[in-house]
């Protein structure tokens, strides 16, 4: 069982940045893929970003990619995502979600465990 907290979620302006991090519980964290997706009002939760056990391996939707990055730190359980160039539509509530297998996946059916969400705003 993994317990995820997710923070650094706010409002910042068009262009700008955030960091977004989420801890995890459990002492197999390292064995866990890692992914961040998102969901807006009245949309589907779609994929943002995944990142193997390692860290060695990462995936992101063509929507961030250039723009967002994500990594983790296996000896402090927690994984982020840091976010640049910030764009209104970038705008919705931000899930982690753990995958008990090294290899991520893309879709939010591959992941087992997830967070409780962190608001993301971007204004124009």
């Known amino acids: 069982q993994v317990q995820l907290v997710e923070s650094g979620g706010g409002l910042v302006q068009a262009g700008g940045s955030l960091r977004l991090s989420c801890a995890a519980s459990?002492?197999?964290?390292?064995?866990?893929?890692m992914g961040w997706f998102r969901q807006a009002p009245g949309k589907e939760r779609e994929f943002v970003a995944a990142?193997?056990?390692?860290?060695?391996?990462?995936y992101y939707a063509d929507s961030v990619k250039g723009r967002f990055t994500i990594s983790r730190d296996n000896a402090k359980n927690t994984v982020y995502l840091q976010m640049n160039s910030l764009k209104p539509e970038d705008t919705a509530v931000y899930y982690c979600?753990?995958?008990?297998?090294?290899?991520?996946?893309?879709?939010?059916?591959?992941?087992?465990?997830w967070g409780q969400g962190t608001q993301v705003t971007v204004s124009s």
């Open positions: 979600a753990a995958k008990n297998t090294v290899v991520p996946g893309t879709t939010k059916y591959d992941y087992h465990y």
């Open positions: 459990g002492r197999t964290f390292s064995s866990y893929a």
């Open positions: 990142i193997s056990w390692s860290g060695a391996s990462t």
